[in-house]
Each structure stands twice: as C-alpha cells, then as structure tokens.
C-alpha cells in the first residue's frame, strides 16, 4: 500500500483547510519508504495522523453498512492511495465533499472513474494505530469501528437463528495496553518475531500466562460460532481448563516453547491468526461499556469533538490474559509489570510490525519512540526496514527525534510549522545521513546543542570578571557554548 496524498477541504482540529493537497511518492513495489512527520509541539503533526484515520473510518462504515454519524463539524477530505493485492498497484481516491457525500473512485485509463460502491477490497487490509502517553485521541476512529464489531457479534449470538452468522473482523486496531498483552504473547510465541523482541529487551523465553474468559460480566455475554470456535482451538493445547468451556468462566493455561509455538502453528495456522484471534475476543471487552457512556461519546463525535475509549476495569472484562511470566536473560523469572516503558512501547510498535505481514496494511504511529534511549532510536528505522522490506506497507509516524528524520529521505520527511494556519513542506536539505544538530537546527529551531540552562548560567559568568569566569569554568562540561567563556577570557587579557 502506498499513501499517495491526502487533501483537506474543511477544518479539523487545529488544521485548517489545505491550499493544496499534499502529495506523497508513490514507492515502488516492495520498498520501504516510510513517511516522517516532524516539527514542534502543536503543529498538527498528530491531527494529520487522526484526519487518515478517520476517513478511513467513514469508508469501514460504508463497507460494514453502518450509517454515517452526521456530525454538526462535517469531515471533508480526499485522500488518494494505491493498494497491491493484485500484484500490481491499483489506485484510488476517496472523498467526501460539501457537494458529494462518500465516494470512492478508482483509476482507469489516467482517469478517476467513481465506483458505484465500496467494497473490503478496496481499502487497506488493515489499519493499525499507536499513540504514546496521552495523546490518544487518535484511538477515537479506531474505537468506533470496535463498538460496531462487538455489538454485532452480540446480535448474533442473542438470536439463535443467526449463531452461525460471521461478523468481519475489525480492519482497524487500535495498540494500546491490552493489544499490548496480546502482542507480548504472540511475539514471543514466534522464533522469528521472538528474535527482534530478544535483541532489544532482557526477555529470554516467555514461560506460561492464563486467559480468562468470563461471560458473565455486567452484560452476560452470549457467544455465537465465531467465538465458540476461537474457544474450542485454545481448549485443544490449554493445558488446564478445557473441561468448563460452556460455563460462564473459563480459564485456559498455557506453557511457552517449542510445544506452545508448534500448537499455534497446527491449531491456528500461525502466529498472526493466533493474534488476530485473541483480538477478537479482546474486541468484546467494549460489551461492559454502558450504552449511556457510549451515546455520550457518539454525541460529542457528532459535534466534532474526539474523545478516547475508557479502560474497562479487569472484573468486568470478558477477555483478560493474566500470570504472564518471562526469564530474563539473566535466568530471572518477572511478570508482565517488570518490562520498562521502553519495553513496552518496543512490543506495541516493533513488536505489531513484526507480526503484521499482510500486504496492503496501513501503520499510524504518533511518536513511536518517547520511551527510546538513543541507541534504541538511532536502530529504529534499521529494524523497520528490516522486518517490513518487501511486505508493501506503508508506515506513517509522527516525532520529535532527530535520529528518525535522518534515517528517512527528504521527500518523505514533512515539516509541520504553525503559523495562523499549518504550512506542511519538505525540507530544503537532505535529511538522509543528516548530523543530528543541524536537523535540530534547521526543523526543531535549536540554535545550540546544549540546553538553554547552563547556557543562561554561562552567559551571566561572561559578564563577571576574569578571575570569576577561571573559577566558575570547570562547572561546566566541554561544548560549543562553553567557547563563548574562553573567548570571552582572551578579550580581558
């Protein structure tokens, strides 16, 4: 999949409609080529990233035959993209103007010819968005699609004639805490996907973990075909639990390793349909949201206002992976909370793209690398493109860091500024290979390299006498500003 260019005609959030769309390259088959938003706090770059999502969002409404909230702040966008399922890339062109509701359009012969529908082909297969700390009002499309997934399947399980009846399954994820479990597990369920996740944390093997289900949460949950047979495959290499799966608590065991991975391969089909199927049954946790709660979060949406998913407590979850224990390479036995933040934040990025192979996937990352320490930022893109190259995906994220912006081409690099308004362009320098301090220079307005404290400091021991300046210049450490004292010593000679 490639992102070709996205256009925004009415206002959304801090952005305000585009002078002129903003176009993307079209990279070629199995290259990797991601796409780097980058500037200040507050410039719009996590906007963007919200504006992707929810058009998409309103195209999974059609698809799923749900009916568009009309919102009192009307989203009007087109975005164009090429998806490659065919082995060739197919392009399209999705709107939603003041004149024209929902549209896709699709080229042929050099021009774009509507549709007459949209299908689940022609959108990316799936959609998967990351937000660090609490700026995730991103997940807010994500979640919306959710609630329609889980009070479908809730449909069809209450009516005995539709037990059998298959809901799609959720196109876009949103990577939070809970995928988090489920991504932990999954990784270290692979030899492959394992291997990445080993070569940045101190996590060795994953030992055992429990999944629990419990259909009597606030809303007794009833299963259909779909859930039951989720259930039936985990039953078949749980080693503890299978004998209660029609109660309404069922609790599977399981043991890591070999044995564990060889079972997810024969039951499941592999690591990936492992996951997706945990996601399923994860997806049912939305079930123990009140329909009060979530009429209030559809009231705002409609005002244009966006507003993240709540946490369900664990008791009223009907979905819960618990007892997760690793070894650390180091022969320590730790649970779950043991990892960092870093490790945390490795599994739900890397460790998503790591199990996420299918072509034509679409990954939305607001600042993927906040808990990063700069070796670990520095490699980022390194294992990118090593786990992605040849997949035809696209990745678009959003950050702060300097090491990300140089390990991407300037044609993929966007440079947000806020000023009345948000100017979107491509720097005029070569960020590929690019020294960190003249990115920071040039893109971040950091004019020196050393903090502006010991800056302040310095400048006002400039102004003392030369004795006072000898005495005070072993305070500081060696750097450019630090210059401005030894010059200013040669002048009172």
Aim: charged content about 25%; hydrophobic content about 35%.
């Amino acid at each position: 999949m490639n992102l070709l260019s996205v256009y925004l005609l009415s206002d959304f959030k801090s952005l305000k409609p585009f002078e002129e769309r903003i176009r993307f390259d079209d990279t070629g088959l199995n290259e990797f080529d991601p796409i780097c938003l980058v500037g200040l706090n507050g410039s719009g770059k996590s906007h963007f990233l919200e504006l992707i999502a929810e058009g998409f969002m309103m195209a999974e409404y059609f698809v799923r035959n749900v009916k568009l909230p009309q919102s009192t702040s009307p989203l009007y966008f087109e975005i164009e993209y090429s998806l490659t399922a065919t082995g060739d890339s197919t392009y399209y062109k999705l709107s939603n103007t003041k004149k024209d509701k929902l549209k896709l359009y699709i080229l042929q012969d050099d021009e774009y010819q509507e549709k007459n529908s949209i299908e689940y082909n022609d959108l990316p297969k799936k959609i998967l968005g990351y937000s660090s700390g609490l700026n995730e009002t991103l997940s807010s499309s994500f979640y919306e699609i959710l609630n329609d997934f889980s009070e479908k399947l809730s449909l069809s399980a209450n009516d005995p004639s539709k037990y059998y009846d298959i809901v799609d399954n959720v196109r876009m994820t949103y990577l939070d805490h809970n995928t988090n479990l489920l991504l932990v597990v999954s990784n270290l369920a692979s030899e492959n996907s394992s291997k990445v996740i080993q070569d940045y944390t101190n996590l060795k093997e994953l030992i055992s973990f429990k999944i629990e289900i419990n259909k009597k949460i606030r809303v007794k949950v009833k299963t259909n075909a779909q859930i039951d047979g989720i259930l039936e495959q985990l039953q078949k290499f749980s080693y503890d639990g299978g004998d209660n799966i029609n109660e309404d608590y069922i609790g599977f065991d399981f043991i890591g390793g070999k044995a564990f991975s060889n079972a997810i391969e024969k039951v499941f089909g592999g690591t990936v349909k492992f996951f997706e199927a945990l996601m399923v049954l994860n997806n049912l946790n939305s079930l123990a949201i009140s329909k009060k709660y979530k009429k209030w979060m559809s009231d705002n949406r409609k005002k244009g206002v966006l507003i993240k998913m709540p946490e369900v407590p664990e008791e009223d979850r009907f979905f819960n992976i618990t007892n997760i224990k690793f070894r650390t390479k180091d022969d320590q036995i730790i649970g779950y909370e043991g990892l960092s933040d870093g490790e945390h934040q490795l599994v739900q990025t890397l460790g998503a793209l790591s199990i996420i192979e299918e072509p034509d996937t679409l990954f939305l990352f607001d600042e993927p690398d906040t808990h990063y320490n700069p070796e670990w930022r520095s490699r980022l893109f390194a294992e990118y493109s090593a786990v992605c190259k040849g997949r035809n995906q696209e990745i678009i994220l959003s950050t702060h860091s300097p090491f990300i912006v140089s390990s991407v081409k300037k044609h993929s690099v966007f440079h947000f500024v806020r000023n009345k308004g948000t100017t979107i362009t491509n720097p005029t320098f070569q960020t590929f290979g690019c020294s960190i301090d003249i990115i920071l220079r040039r893109l971040f307005n950091k004019k020196t390299m050393t903090p502006s404290l010991p800056v302040q400091v310095m400048v006002e021991i400039a102004e003392k006498s030369r004795d006072e300046i000898i005495e005070n210049m072993d305070m500081f450490g060696e750097s450019h500003s630090k210059a401005m004292l030894y010059k200013k010593l040669e002048e009172l000679k």
